[in-house]
């Protein structure tokens, strides 16, 4: 069910994408479990985090209140409830990494509106009308009112007719000094930080080279999907085993696709496995997603190790047997000229 197909209608990564979705941005994702005869966790439903409502029940075990589209809310029990939290201060729910950060996004929200209007007036810094002496409240209208016409809109980069007296003055920085760009950038590396994402994978190549994008791979890998995987392997163990197929069975996400190198770094790992005799041919092979063959799931061990207890052992019996038949102790030379007893 894990694997394949939590429910009817959602697939098993349609399922963990939605679930990591709800954690992600809400801090909990909650899946109702459903039991048919005989088997007790038959289906997972995902449920929207905003709609349930855990709390601590008499018994002092977490119960959920569920409140539903349509109809009354109703009371689901620990035991029926699938429920990956994220980081918490109370033990029953997870908090949200936007409300632990909404200093951050309310930054980025406050450079898009600033963006939008940056160029909506093409980009262009204010300025400020200059005359001697004073206008009046309908000159002041009148004079706003024909600039805006004729330098706003369609009309922008047209020359301007100033009469008078009438002086105009650029103020304020330009979008070099303002570093509107790297401004972006910042807030993009912060959300980023946020989630622990890599820059490059959200975009941002400027300290990304050929020979650390395979190194900051597998940092994403084990540090920001780790802690997540290993949140969903034991809210598993929790949730959906017995304590009786605890002993038995565990969940556990293979992440070996995403950590291996190229071929030829594979190659080498395989080869010294396979030599070493830790691994066989056919685990190599099921590892790359090929066929199992016959005859290769032996391990295979090199003649010239062993055990150096197990070696001394086999010599002695060899000696021993060489003595009770009579024979000559198979000697060999020392080095030095002289032939010396294996003893």
């Known amino acids: 069910m894990l694997h394949d197909q939590p429910n009817p209608t959602q697939t098993s990564y349609e399922f963990r994408e939605m679930l990591m979705a709800h954690v992600a941005l809400r801090g909990n994702g909650y899946a109702e479990i459903i039991p048919t005869a005989g088997n007790p966790v038959a289906e997972l439903i995902p449920l929207h985090p905003d709609r349930v409502r855990p709390f601590w029940a008499p018994d002092k075990t977490v119960a959920y209140r569920y409140q539903p589209l349509n109809g009354p ?15 918490g201060f109370d033990g029953l729910s997870g908090m949200s990494p936007i409300r632990l950060h909404r200093e951050t996004i ?3 929200f406050a ?14 810094p204010s300025g400020v009308l200059k005359i001697e002496g004073t206008l009046g409240d309908e000159a002041q209208a009148r004079l706003r009112k024909s600039w805006e016409e004729q330098q706003t809109g369609a009309n922008r980069h047209r020359p301007a007719l ?32 946020m989630f622990r994402i890599q820059p490059h994978l959200v975009g941002i190549l400027d300290r990304a080279t050929f020979s650390n994008i395979e190194a900051q791979g597998i940092e994403f890998v084990v540090y920001t ?11 598993a163990r929790r949730d959906l085993f017995t304590a009786a197929s605890r002993r038995t069975h565990f969940s ?13 770094a594979r190659s080498e790992f ?3 496995a396979i030599i070493n005799g830790w691994m066989s041919r056919n685990e190599v092979r099921r ?19 062993t055990l150096s207890d197990a070696l001394a052992q086999m010599i002695e019996d060899k000696l021993s047997d060489a003595d009770a038949g009579g024979e000559t102790a198979p000697q060999r030379s020392n080095g030095k000229g002289r032939l010396a007893d294996h003893r």
């Not at 008078?164 to 910042?186: C, H, M, N, P, W």
């Not at 999907?225 to 809210?235: I, N, S």
């Open 252 to 264: 556990e996400f293979l992440v070996d696709g995403l950590l291996r190198g190229d071929r030829k």
């Open 287 to 305: 590892r790359e997603n090929l066929n199992r063959r016959d005859g290769l799931d032996e391990f295979l061990v090199p003649l010239n190790m």
């Open 73 to 87: 809310s109703r009371i689901i029990l620990g035991a029926e409830m699938f429920h990956v939290r994220g980081l």
């Open 270 to 272: 395989y080869k010294t």
């Open 106 to 108: 309310g930054e980025d």
């Open 225 to 235: 999907m780790g802690p997540w995987l290993r949140r969903w392997e034991q809210a």
């Open 111 to 124: 450079a898009q509106e600033y963006s939008a209007r940056f160029w909506a007036n093409d980009a262009t």
């Open 162 to 193: 100033l009469e008078d007296g009438l002086e105009y003055e650029a103020i304020g920085l330009t979008r070099e000094d303002a570093q509107y760009v790297e401004s972006r950038k910042f807030t993009g590396l912060q959300i980023a930080r």
